[in-house]
Every structure is written in structure tokens, then in C-alpha cells.
């Protein structure tokens, strides 16, 4: 038997072990010639009489598979369009329909084949490579750190098409079902055992074994929903017991996706439908839905720009290929307060030494003081050992002496925002660190041209802007001052790829890009509330259109004082126009008559009380003047100027230069401020509805609430044309 992806060979029990281990990834994908060899995998383990069963493992060291090449996917839809424009809707959709439920049949083909399969598990197990385990017969997982087993196919638009949903159904209550199906997370070994969705947890070293013990020891080739007997974990639907989870989840679904995305719907309707029925139709009903999914314009969207793209871009789509990649050894962080601290945490996690530097000592232990804190949590929830503690820490040198910057290969500078303190702060280590070293700014207002034309090395400046916290954000900005080099650019990106969050490069202005959009997102929100929306609504339209929290809640957490900061810089630097005085006032009311600070002080556009969640302050009512009737409101309005806002302002940053590629202008906004996920970020928000529509959409807010919606000239133009943001990077991209 050839097989391409696996190695397969038969021990002396006659237990088959198939080991998958692509020759060209480093981790296994399920490919069409994936599913092939699995396919040959079973016959072979089926007809030959002298095999009693086959375990599955994985070749790779530290990973099962990710799941399906979610690419092949985004190939399907598109030939489903050539199709359908070739040979008419119908043959495109029962093509699409039987090539979409190719990998569920395959899987229902493994689990129903009279012969015991076991998988065994080390590492991640994601996707269409778990919903392959769930079709054995068996599961053993190793209790590596590494480990994680899980469905995640909802959060790039799908969900899983290959047995998952009815599966995971039929393994565990409904409500538990549903919630993982919903949420996508990856799920450790001991939770995935007592989920009910592994059988073992086992050394690494000895799963293979285990999983083979339990073939000889007679394993039975048998799920359990295809037993005499079975009975669903929940009742059936219609019962008692089974009615008692459709209302809350379908409450449930509306309240975690505010009906946004499609793909978590049809788990709803697969699993609801799918428990009706026996297994095989059950698993049709779901190829439906899947098939159905696939099509829709927020997978392709969300696949596109959370797959395709961040991919691309953390695989250093933006680097100078002349530039040979640079292994960093050590760091030097400047400014050991709230972001350098966290700098200093990602950058030793990565296993990059740093050297923290502060004022005196003090200050600078007291930035390290935050990475213990950050490794001892980890240590509490059983995510971390001591020993991890230890090196982590071990990595970090707290120092007040610029000269300890002798031996590093590149310095961030996250000291007071002040352009004086910046520059003095340039100096002094440009003048301790090696003359080939790159020096990175974590700014966030001050141009980084302004900053690189006060280095000596100017080419050797960038923009390293991290987002907070730290920890948690994926977004890192990498600005370009116009005298930025292409050693520096490469180097800048082989760091952040070092410390695994992913990159978006883009030229020098005001705000670069996220925070323009952000600051936009703010003002709406702002503005709203002086018009007399209730605080409550706007939140509310914001987490309906699809924003994680709202302008107010935001806001708190930035700060409002900075706000207002911000705002007066802008006045003083810009002029009058160019902020609006109705979000002025309300930001000089709020920060200096009431001392109302935001989430820093527990006061702010919320009350935060010591104990119990934050209220909105009632006294905004006051402040707006007026309250508009809520029931006169237009909520889909209301959403359309937070989206809008926000992508109008991106359109704007790519007409000037800011930003180059709209891939990075769609992962920035997701992964960077959360812009609508199911959009596909700023951009394909636009394209999604089409530039003219968009245009159209612009000059209507426009026309009621002012200038701020005018659409630029490039989108103008574009809605003449008939373009696309994608279309004109793939136009410049041939042309190139
Ligand atoms: P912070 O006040 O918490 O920390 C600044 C630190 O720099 C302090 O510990 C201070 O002692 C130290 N420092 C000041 N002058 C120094 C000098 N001459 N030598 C050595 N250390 C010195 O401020 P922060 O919030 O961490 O912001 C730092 C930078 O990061 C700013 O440029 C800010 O714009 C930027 N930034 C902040 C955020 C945020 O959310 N706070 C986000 C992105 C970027």
C-alpha cells in the first residue's frame, strides 16, 4: 500500500500503527491526498485479515494536526463560483455539496468499518484532525503541556462539517456540547477526559502503547451511538429534559453573537435537527448546513483575514527578502513602567534575554517584579512549574546603567511620552548599544520620524508599537519613519515574530493606524451620547454591531483624561477644525469638573464600585442635555456610524500612504481593536458591501450628522470603478 502522508506498518500482535507525518509541513493539514491515504488506510485495515485494529498518531514532535487546509476550503468556493457561472447553479451546488461532506463520509466510512481504531494524541488536535478522532473508536491523549484538543473551526467563520457537531453531541450534554461548539476553545487533556471527549490521558512516551493495549484487549469497533441501546446524554430533543435547553440556547446564541454569525446558527439548527435523527442522516443534515457556511460571505471573509492573511503576515509576508534573518539574543527595554514591564514579560517568555532599564533600580525591579507576578498566576492555574518561573526570571536584568545595552541587538524605548525625555533617552543608549543594533520606539502619538531625526543612526530607528495588555494583544505596529532601513524593518518583524504576535507594517502619521480607527470608534460614541442617545443603547448597537465592547467601556479603559489629552494635542498642533468641540466639552466636563477618569479612578462614563459589576453614572444625562425617545431611534443607524467610522478611516489612512496592504489593515482591526470579526475586518467591510454602496452609505451620514463622513476621493473613485481594496493590491501585486 502507498501511501504519501503516512507511514504504516503492523506489529507482531497485528495491531497497525499509522503514523502521519507530512514530508513538507511542519505540522499535518488534511489535504485531498490526506484523505486519500486515509481512505486506502481503511481498506487496508479492513480486508487484510491479519490486522486487528490501527492506531493513529502523529510523526511531528510536538503536534497531532491543525485540522483541515482551511486554503482547500476557500478553493472550494471558489470553484463553486466558476461553476455555477460554467454550468448553472445546480450542478455547482451538488458539486460543492458532495465535495464539502467528502470528509465526513470518509470519517463515518473509518468509524463504521468493523475494525477497532484508536487515536493517540500528543500535542494540538485541532478541527478536521480532532473530528477525525472523534471517528475513532478510541482516544488517548498525552498529558503534555502541549496538548489541546478542540473544534475552533467558529472563530474563522465555520464550524465543523465532518461529524463534529453531532458527535460532540452525542458525547456530552447538550448545553456543555453547544457551549464548546460555540466558543471553539482548545481544551487541555484532564478537561477533554472529563468532557467525556477522550477515554485516556497518558504519558507522551506511552500512548501509542495504551492505545494499542486497548485494541488487543479486544476494543471494540463500535461507537456508541450506533449500539443497541444508546441514549442520548440529554434526553431526546422532545422531552422533558431535552426541551429545557432550547430556549436558553437559542438566548444563549443571541447573546453571545448578536445574530452576526451564521456559522454558529447552523451549529444550533445542526445539533437540534442532528439529535433527531440516526446517525447518518444526521450527519447529511449537517453536510447541509456546512455546505451552506461555506458559501457564506463571513467565512470567506473571516477565512481570508483570521487564516490566509495573519498567516501570511506571521510568516513575514512585509519583510525585505534581501535581508538575511537575524536570530535575537538579547533585548534592552527601556522604561521599566506599565508597557515596558510587559515588554520585557513577552520578550523573556520568548526566551530572548532582556535587560530592563529604568531611572534608578528600584524602579527597574519593580518592572521585572511584574513577570513574577505574571508567571506566578500562571503558576496557580496549573499552567506553568516553578522551574518556568525561575528561567523566565533568570532571563531578565533589572539595571540603571544604559552601558548593560553593550550586547543587545535591538533596544524598545517605552519611557514617559514626552518628545524630551525620548530624545535624551535616544541618545544615551544609542551611544551604550552596539552601532548595528536597532532601536524600536513603543510611541503612541509622537510621529517616529520626528524621533528618528534626533538618533544618530536614523535608518536603524523604527516603530515597535505594542497595544495593552501586552500579554493578551496579538497586534504589534511596525512603524516606518521615512528614514527607516530596510535592516531595521527585518529585524523589527524577526522580534515580533519571535514573540509570537503578529505584525502589521505601516508608514508615519499621527495615531499610525489602529489608534486613528479606535479614536474614531471613541469620538461616535461620544458624539452619540451629546446628541441624547442613552449610554445604555450606544453600548449596546456597539456589541450588536459587532464590537467587543462598547465606545463608553473602551474609553474607561484607555483613559479618559488621555482622551482629552489626546484631543488637545491635536488642537494645538492642527488647529480648531480639526476636533469637534461637542467631544471636547464632554471630555473637559467629564475629566476636569467631575474628575472623572475612567476605569483608572472607578469613575468614569461607569461607576466602578469595590465590589459587583460597574453601572453607567447616571449624571451623563446631565451632561448630553438632552435624552432622545429610544423608540424614535434608528438601531441600525446607530450601528452603521460605529462600523462606518471606523472603516471610513482606514479607507483614509490606505489613500495616504499609511497603510499599504489591506490584508494588514483587516488583521489590525480584528486582531487589534476588535473591529467586527464577522466583517472580515475595515476593509473587506467595505469591499463586502461594495465600494459604491459604501460611498452611498457615507453620504447619507454625511448629510445628517456632518463632515466626518465625508468619503474620501480614492473611495470616490473606487465607486465609479467598481473596485475593490483587494483587487487593486492583487492589480498592483501583477504589476509588481
Ligand atoms: P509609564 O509611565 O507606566 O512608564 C514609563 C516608565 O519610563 C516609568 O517607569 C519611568 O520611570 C520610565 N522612565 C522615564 N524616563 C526615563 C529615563 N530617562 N530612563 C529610563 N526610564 C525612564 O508609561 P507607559 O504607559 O508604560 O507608556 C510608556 C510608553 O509606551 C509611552 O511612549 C506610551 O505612549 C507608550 N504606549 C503606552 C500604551 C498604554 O496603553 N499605556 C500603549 C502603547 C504605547
Redesign the pocket.
Known amino acids: 500500500m502507498e501511501l504519501a502522508n503516512f507511514r504504516f506498518e503492523v506489529d507482531a500482535d497485528g495491531v497497525a500503527l499509522a503514523t502521519w507525518d507530512m514530508a513538507d509541513r511542519s505540522m499535518n493539514v488534511i489535504t485531498p491526498q490526506v484523505m486519500e491515504d486515509i481512505g486506502k488506510l481503511i481498506d487496508e485495515v479492513t480486508t487484510n485479515d491479519a490486522i486487528k485494529g490501527c492506531v493513529i498518531t502523529s510523526g511531528k514532535d510536538g503536534s497531532f494536526s491543525g485540522g483541515a487546509d482551511l486554503t482547500m476550503l476557500q478553493g472550494l468556493g471558489m470553484a463553486y463560483h466558476k461553476l455555477a457561472k460554467q454550468q448553472g447553479e445546480e450542478t455547482a451546488m451538488q458539486f460543492f455539496f458532495d465535495e464539502s461532506r467528502r470528509l465526513s463520509l470518509l470519517y463515518r466510512r473509518l468509524e463504521t468499518c468493523g475494525k477497532p481504531f484508536a487515536a493517540a494524541i500528543n500535542g494540538v488536535c485541532l478541527g478536521g484532525a480532532f473530528e477525525l478522532a472523534l471517528s475513532c473508536h478510541y482516544r488517548v491523549v498525552s498529558d503534555d503541556k502541549a496538548t489541546r484538543v478542540g473544534l475552533p473551526e467558529v472563530k474563522v467563520g465555520l464550524f465543523p462539517g465532518a461529524g463534529g457537531t453531532q458527535r460532540v453531541a452525542r458525547l456530552m450534554p447538550t448545553g456543555d456540547a453547544l457551549q464548546m461548539l460555540f466558543k471553539g476553545e482548545q481544551i487541555r487533556p484532564a478537561a477533554a477526559k472529563s468532557m467525556n471527549l477522550v477515554h485516556e490521558v497518558a504519558p507522551k512516551a506511552e500512548i501509542v502503547a495504551k492505545a494499542k493495549a486497548w485494541v488487543l484487549a479486544g476494543g471494540k469497533p463500535q461507537a456508541p451511538w450506533d449500539a443497541e441501546g444508546y441514549r442520548l446524554p440529554s434526553n431526546k430533543v422532545y422531552s422533558p429534559q431535552g426541551m429545557m435547553i432550547w430556549p436558553a440556547a437559542n438566548a444563549i446564541y443571541r447573546r453571545e453573537t448578536q445574530n452576526n454569525y451564521p456559522a454558529i446558527k447552523a451549529v444550533l439548527h445542526a445539533v437540534y435537527e442532528g439529535l433527531q435523527l440516526p446517525m447518518d442522516l444526521a450527519l447529511k443534515v449537517e453536510s447541509r448546513y456546512f455546505a451552506k457556511i461555506l458559501r457564506s460571505p463571513e467565512a470567506a471573509a473571516m477565512i481570508r483575514t483570521l487564516f490566509v492573511s495573519m498567516q501570511e503576515l506571521n510568516k513575514g509576508a512585509r519583510r525585505p527578502a534581501g535581508v538575511p534573518a537575524s536570530s535575537l539574543k538579547k533585548v534592552g527595554v ?7 514591564a510587559s515588554v520585557a514579560y513577552v520578550t523573556a517568555n520568548a526566551g530572548i534575554d532582556v535587560v530592563l ?3 534608578d533600580m528600584e ?1 527597574a525591579e519593580k ?1 521585572k517584579a511584574y513577570s513574577h507576578k505574571l508567571v506566578t498566576d500562571q503558576i496557580m492555574k496549573g499552567r506553568a512549574k516553578t522551574a518556568d518561573r525561575d528561567a523566565l526570571l533568570a532571563r531578565i536584568t533589572p539595571s540603571a546603567d544604559y552601558a548593560s545595552l553593550a550586547d543587545c541587538d535591538l533596544v524598545i524605548e ?4 514626552d518628545p524630551k ?2 530624545a ?2 535616544i541618545a544615551r543608549a544609542e551611544a551604550a548599544m552596539p552601532e548595528g543594533a536597532i532601536f524600536g ?6 510621529p517616529i520620524t520626528g524621533l528618528a531625526d534626533t538618533a544618530k543612526r536614523p535608518e536603524q530607528f523604527i516603530g515597535i ?4 495588555p501586552v500579554e493578551k494583544m496579538l497586534l504589534v505596529e511596525v512603524i516606518m519613519a521615512k528614514q527607516t532601513g530596510d535592516k531595521a524593518l527585518a529585524l523589527a518583524l524577526d522580534y515580533v515574530r519571535a514573540i509570537k504576535k503578529t505584525p502589521i507594517v505601516v508608514n508615519d502619521a499621527r495615531g499610525f493606524y489602529a489608534n486613528r480607527c479606535v479614536g474614531n470608534y471613541l469620538r461616535e460614541g461620544h458624539l452619540m451620547l451629546m446628541e441624547g442617545v442613552p449610554p445604555a443603547m450606544i453600548e449596546n448597537v456597539a456589541k450588536m454591531a459587532g464590537m467587543p465592547v462598547g465606545p463608553l467601556s473602551l474609553n474607561d479603559e ?1 483613559a479618559i483624561d488621555l482622551a482629552l489629552k489626546i484631543v488637545k494635542a491635536t488642537k494645538a498642533q492642527l488647529g480648531d477644525a480639526a476636533v469637534d468641540p461637542v467631544q471636547e466639552k464632554l471630555l473637559s466636563t467629564l475629566v476636569e469638573t467631575e474628575g472623572r477618569l475612567g476605569r483608572k479612578n472607578r469613575k468614569g462614563f461607569y461607576d466602578y464600585p469595590e465590589k459587583g459589576p460597574k453601572t453607567l453614572w447616571p449624571g451623563l444625562a446631565a451632561i448630553a442635555g438632552q435624552q432622545l425617545d429610544p423608540d424614535a431611534l434608528d438601531m441600525e443607524e446607530l450601528k452603521q456610524r460605529l462600523l462606518v467610522t471606523q472603516a471610513l478611516e482606514a479607507a483614509r489612512s490606505v489613500e495616504e500612504g499609511i497603510v499599504t496592504d489591506p490584508r494588514e489593515a483587516d488583521v489590525g482591526s480584528i486582531i487589534g481593536f476588535g473591529f467586527a470579526p464577522y466583517t472580515g475586518g475595515t476593509l473587506s467591510y467595505i469591499d463586502g458591501m461594495g465600494a459604491k454602496a459604501f460611498v452611498a452609505l457615507c453620504e447619507k451620514l454625511a448629510a445628517k450628522y456632518g463632515a466626518r463622513f465625508e468619503p474620501n476621493a480614492q473611495l470616490r473613485d473606487m465607486a465609479a470603478s467598481g473596485e475593490t481594496f483587494y483587487g487593486r493590491a492583487a492589480g498592483a501585486r501583477r504589476a509588481a
Open positions: 527601556i522604561g521599566a513602567g506599565f508597557m515596558g532599564i529604568d531611572r524602579a518592572g517605552a519611557v514617559f511620552e525625555v525620548k535624551e533617552v520606539s513603543n510611541t503612541s502619538t509622537l508599537h505594542f497595544f495593552s484607555v
